[in-house]
């Protein structure tokens, strides 16, 4: 399964917000994009996803199942937390859970340390716990697309890693596409296969982390002085030091 953009465009009240962006999501990658608040970022998923009336093509390669975990999720206060995951389900589901499906689940909470969570309701759980709950459905429904907008925005760190470590695996076990917008620079470092640029609407890279992680590459990208240093599991950690006045280069 890959996923092929071709000149895509989308306008909103006339004005361009995606310009002409080309680019291909390969399957077994976990592909990252980041940029600026307000650079379209989320249209561009949500033009991926269909929901954005656009220009140009995005085609997949073959029969597909997505999995989308929007920025804002709402919450059902009728839910527990295992009939929240059980959705994940819908379409499968038979008058019974069937072994395989309470496997299922049961595996996904495990993985994410939620098992604990599973009588609680879904509404009165903190954003964190809500993110990771998200996630448990979005993979129990067994996609072969992914595309999550900042989905570990209100994790502490820890749950961050695992939350980043259980997707990456995740999409390489199954040789899925997954799509993800992150903020993090130092996450989206350790865990992107691919990494892509977003910039006033256009996609300024290609995909390969390295090129895209160049310090004065992201320093213009941002406007922000950045130290770089390799960590102690060869990693890249990203750490952002001050505003870059205006004029000062
Ligand atoms: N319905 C709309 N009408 C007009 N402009 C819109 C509309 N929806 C989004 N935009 C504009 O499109 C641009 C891109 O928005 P988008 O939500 O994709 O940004 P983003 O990169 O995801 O930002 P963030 O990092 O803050 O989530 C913004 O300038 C936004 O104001």
Avoid: W
């Avoid at 071709?6 to 592909?31: A, M, Q, Y």
């Avoid at 949500?46 to 999720?73: N, R, W």
């Avoid at 379409?91 to 009588?119: H, K, P, T, W, Y």
């Amino acid at each position: 399964m890959t996923i092929l953009v071709e000149n895509l465009t989308v306008r909103k009240k006339e004005k361009p917000i995606l310009k002409d962006v080309n680019c291909r999501f390969e399957d077994g990658h976990l592909s990252t994009i980041i940029g600026v608040n307000g650079s379209g970022k989320s249209i561009f998923l949500k033009a991926l996803l269909g929901f954005e009336k656009k220009d140009g093509q995005v085609t997949f390669e073959k029969d597909h199942k997505i999995s989308y975990i929007p920025q804002k999720v709402t919450a059902d206060q009728y839910f527990t937390v295992f009939e929240f995951i059980l959705l994940g389900l819908y379409g499968d589901l038979d008058f019974r859970v069937n072994d395989g499906q309470l496997a299922a689940i049961e595996s996904v909470m495990d993985e994410l340390e939620i098992s604990d969570l599973a009588d609680q309701q879904f509404a009165d759980l903190s954003g964190g716990q809500q993110q990771l709950v998200v996630l448990a459905q979005a993979l129990v429904r067994q996609p072969t697309v992914i595309i999550a907008d900042e989905p570990t925005s209100a994790l502490d760190i820890k749950k961050q890693l695992q939350y980043l470590q259980t997707l990456q695996r995740y999409v390489h076990r199954h040789q899925i596409v997954g799509i993800i917008v992150i903020h993090d620079l130092t996450l989206a470092a350790r865990f992107s296969d691919s990494l892509y640029l977003m910039q006033g609407g256009q996609l300024i890279s290609a995909g390969d982390p390295d090129r895209a992680l160049q310090q004065e590459r992201l320093e213009d990208l941002y406007g922000v002085e950045l130290e770089m240093k390799e960590t102690v599991d060869q990693h890249l950690a990203i750490i952002p030091l001050r505003p870059i006045e205006e004029g000062s280069r």
